[in-house]
């Protein structure tokens, strides 16, 4: 019987460090911030997905940096960055 790979796409969301809010383990960047792959403002993060990658100054992130919910993403400490830092948001949805 032959694999048959499950249907993946990915939907990438842009924004910068300056749209987040709050501080040390509380920072955080609401999705409605982020522009998504068309270049419109984001509604939401996908609710269900495979994965996602975050990216800061276009360098990938280890999972532990970051939380990502259908509203937020939470980068703790992403206070302290340039708030002209851009982050990208991959996600991998099945």
Same mark, same amino acid.
């Given at each position: 019987?032959?694999?048959?790979?499950?249907?993946?796409?990915?939907?990438?969301?842009?924004?910068?460090? @300056?749209?987040?809010?709050? !501080?040390?383990?509380?920072?955080?960047? &609401?999705?409605?911030?982020?522009?998504?792959?068309? @270049? %419109?403002?984001?509604?939401? =993060?996908?609710?269900? =997905?495979?994965?996602?990658? #975050?990216?800061?100054? &276009?360098?990938?992130?280890?999972? %532990? !940096?970051?939380? #990502?919910?259908?509203?937020?993403?939470?980068?703790?400490? @992403?206070?302290? #960055? %340039?708030?002209?830092?851009?982050? #990208?948001?991959? *996600?991998? *949805?099945?």
């Amino acid at each position: 019987m032959a694999i048959i790979k499950p249907f993946m796409a990915s939907r990438k969301f842009s924004a910068t460090i @300056g749209d987040g809010t709050g !501080t040390g383990a509380a920072f955080a960047i &609401a999705a409605t911030t982020f522009t998504n792959d068309a @270049g %419109d403002p984001a509604t939401a =993060f996908p609710a269900s =997905f495979a994965y996602y990658v #975050l990216y800061i100054n &276009a360098q990938p992130q280890t999972a %532990d !940096t970051s939380t #990502l919910t259908t509203t937020t993403i939470t980068i703790p400490g @992403g206070d302290v #960055l %340039d708030p002209a830092t851009p982050i #990208l948001v991959e *996600v991998v *949805v099945n």
